[in-house]
């Protein structure tokens, strides 16, 4: 009968031959054997050249053990690609969401990492991906965070040890100051347009609504009586998949906005110019809901005619109408709330520039007090006549 295997953990003072006799070495200089056996019960050993580092690896393995910390080191073997469409499809996420990031993975991350091991993948591998990124530096830190949230599943999978994710160098994001529309290139912008979708962009710049929001908008929604519009969805476009109505972009974008007049006049006038849809919908094309592909056909056009840059999107519209709230003396929480900002933060760091300088305001609050002082000091110090 066979001898049983010990299946207990330690360091071997020597590899053996397969008769069971002593061997100096395991054919590459390692004489000592250190080995152990994992929570499933099998047996992993690695060979070393000095007894000090296998009982120093043997105690690394046995507090990763004891601790909970333990990776088999099998585990991480499945290759990145492999791992992220079984998170992906664990994820709980808005049907817009789960195409951006597949399209992500898809185009920037798989090509270089898909077909790695997940153990395989060091820091310095990540780096060399990000460096190899021809896309704008926002975009970078888009999928490398997507990235770097796999791997952190990874890690609670225990299929890697740590992420190799931490640590990389991004490109920094230059944030450009907004330069809002003037309302005159707002106008131009309204002309440049189908009529059935000019009283889109007095929506827009009189309200700040997001494009998906205004796509969105059904007669419902709009208050005229009470002169206020309520945003709690928008049209989603996803590719391969008919227009729908979902939640808006945050929690905090589910807002009642105050109608102006302006956008009151324009919305009834374009709804008896243009009757809502069957669903409701107060912007259609040829009946249909407008995807943002679709939109952006009509869009470019009227921005080329408008002699506005190149890239000018309808967010323009939104920034117009904050500032037109700044100009009016609005406080920071009224435009975060108008806005549906999720913080006064998000705000400010986009908006700052617009609120009026305070630079007199400064001067007169240092000036009425330390001026004050220093005129006091010096007509104490002043000699008696």
């Known amino acids: 009968m066979a001898q049983r295997r010990n299946r207990r953990s330690g360091v071997e003072d020597r590899w053996r031959k397969a008769d069971g006799t002593p ?21 992993h050993a690695r060979g070393f050249t000095r007894k000090v580092a296998a009982q120093r690896w043997l105690d690394e393995v046995t507090a990763a053990v004891v601790t909970g910390q333990y990776v088999d ?26 195409a951006h990031i597949e399209t992500m993975l898809r185009r920037h991350a798989y090509p270089v990492l898909g077909d790695r091991p997940l153990s395989s993948i060091l820091p310095s591998d990540i780096q060399a991906w990000v460096k190899g990124l021809e896309l704008a530096p926002a975009t970078i830190g888009v999928v490398h965070g997507v990235v770097s949230t796999i791997m952190k599943a990874a890690i609670r999978d225990r299929r890697i040890v740590a992420n190799p994710c931490d640590g990389s160098k991004l490109p920094k994001v230059e944030r450009k100051q907004v330069v809002p529309l003037t309302t005159e290139q707002v106008a131009a912008l309204r002309e440049g347009l189908p009529p059935q979708l000019q009283a889109l962009v007095t929506l827009a710049a009189g309200t700040g609504m997001r494009q998906g929001e205004c796509l969105g908008l059904t007669v419902d929604r709009v208050k005229f009586l009470e002169r206020t519009v309520t945003v709690d969805r928008q049209l989603v476009t996803v590719p391969g998949q ?61 921005v080329a005619r408008t002699a506005l840059p190149t890239g000018t999107g309808f967010h323009t519209l939104r920034h117009y109408y904050a500032s037109l709230l700044i ?24 908006y700052s520039h617009l609120w009026p300088d305070s630079d ?14 220093a005129d006091a000091l010096r007509t104490a110090a002043a000699p008696l006549s």
């Open 242 to 302: 008919p227009p729908s109505l979902g939640p808006p972009k945050t929690q905090a974008s589910n807002r009642t906005i105050p109608l102006p007049q302006v956008v009151v006049d324009a919305l009834a006038a374009h709804l008896a110019a243009f009757p809502a849809a069957s669903d409701g919908l107060l912007f259609t094309l040829s009946g249909k809901p407008i995807t943002r592909q679709a939109f952006g056909h009509k869009w470019r056009p009227a």
């Open 73 to 98: 080191p099998k585990a991480g073997q499945v290759t990145f690609r492999d791992y992220a469409e079984r998170w992906r499809g664990m994820q709980v996420q808005r049907p817009s969401s789960r």
């Open 327 to 350: 100009r009016h003396g609005e406080s920071v929480k009224t435009v975060q709330a108008r806005l549906g900002h999720a913080s006064a933060v998000e705000t400010l760091d986009t």
């Open 23 to 43: 061997s100096a070495s395991d054919g590459k200089g390692n004489r000592w054997r250190a080995r152990y056996v994992d929570e499933q019960g099998r047996e």
């Open 360 to 373: 007199d305001r400064t001067r007169d609050a240092v000036d009425s007090v330390l001026g004050v002082a």
